[in-house]
Antibody, heavy 113, light 107 residues
Framework: QLVESGGGLVKPGGSLRLSCVASGFIFSSYTMNWVRQAPGKGLEWVSSFTSSNFIYYADSLKGRFTISRDNANNSLYLQMNSLRDEDTAVYYC?????????WGQGTLVTVSS | EIVMTQSPATLSVSPGAGATLSCRASQSVNTNLGWYQQKPGQAPRLLIYGASFRATGIPARFSGSGSGTEFTLTISSLQSEDFAVYYCHQYDNWPRTFGQGTKVEIK
């Protein structure tokens, strides 16, 4: 199971930190991912943190987001800085290096003045 | 970046009929391809991984095929709970990419 938190309303240029707590599997053994979905739009991969400590980001983020993980506490994080209107989306925490499964319920981030 | 293109954008199908959804990759992704189902207000659910392997608990009416750049998701006999949006996803290369989705609606 994956449970996200930390979403909310933030002004353009602001920051937000999302958290995801995992249970029911050996967290440290898996690649973990963030995927987002803007209102009424499709799925967009954001970032991945592999079990071997490799980190990948979508090019569109241009260094504004930072993914991290705490294996001791079965947690994944996404630090989001310099937020823009277009970052408004539901952010999902997802397990997997192949097929993404399972998905958390998502946390809504709204960037608006 | 590998671009995933799904067709059609919308598919109108009668309950009990079959449906075929297509996904094309801009370059080979081998069989590193997944299919997901998403219903309104819900998180996506993995249906197929490795292009043709059903995920745990997925009914046998869902099947996937293809390799390289051309992939297909087939639903053999649509049930009411199958009307949803379906996405393909490649995990062969970074960045990971999704198709834009195919909406399967009731005819």
């Amino acid at each position: 199971q994956l449970v996200e938190s930390g979403g909310g309303l933030v002004k353009p240029g602001g920051s937000l930190r999302l958290s995801c707590v995992a249970s029911g599997f050996i967290f440290s053994s898996y690649t973990m991912n963030w995927v987002r979905q803007a209102p009424g739009k499709g799925l967009e991969w954001v970032s991945s943190f592999t079990s071997s400590n490799f980190i990948y980001y979508a090019d569109s983020l241009k260094g504004r987001f930072t993914i991290s993980r705490d294996n001791a506490n079965n947690s994944l994080y996404l630090q989001m800085n310099s937020l823009r209107d277009e970052d408004t989306a539901v952010y999902y925490c997802v397990r997997g290096s192949g097929g993404f499964d399972p998905w958390g319920q998502g946390t809504l981030v709204t960037v608006s003045s | 970046e590998i671009v995933m293109t799904q067709s059609p954008a919308t598919l109108s199908v009668s309950p009990g009929a079959g449906a075929t959804l297509s996904c094309r990759a801009s370059q080979s992704v081998n069989t590193n391809l997944g299919w997901y189902q998403q219903k309104p207000g819900q998180a996506p659910r993995l249906l197929i991984y490795g292009a043709s392997f059903r995920a745990t608990g997925i009914p046998a009416r869902f099947s996937g095929s293809g390799s390289g750049t051309e992939f297909t998701l087939t639903i053999s006999s649509l049930q009411s709970e199958d009307f949803a949006v379906y996405y393909c996803h490649q995990y062969d290369n970074w960045p990971r990419t999704f198709g834009q989705g195919t909406k399967v609606e009731i005819k």
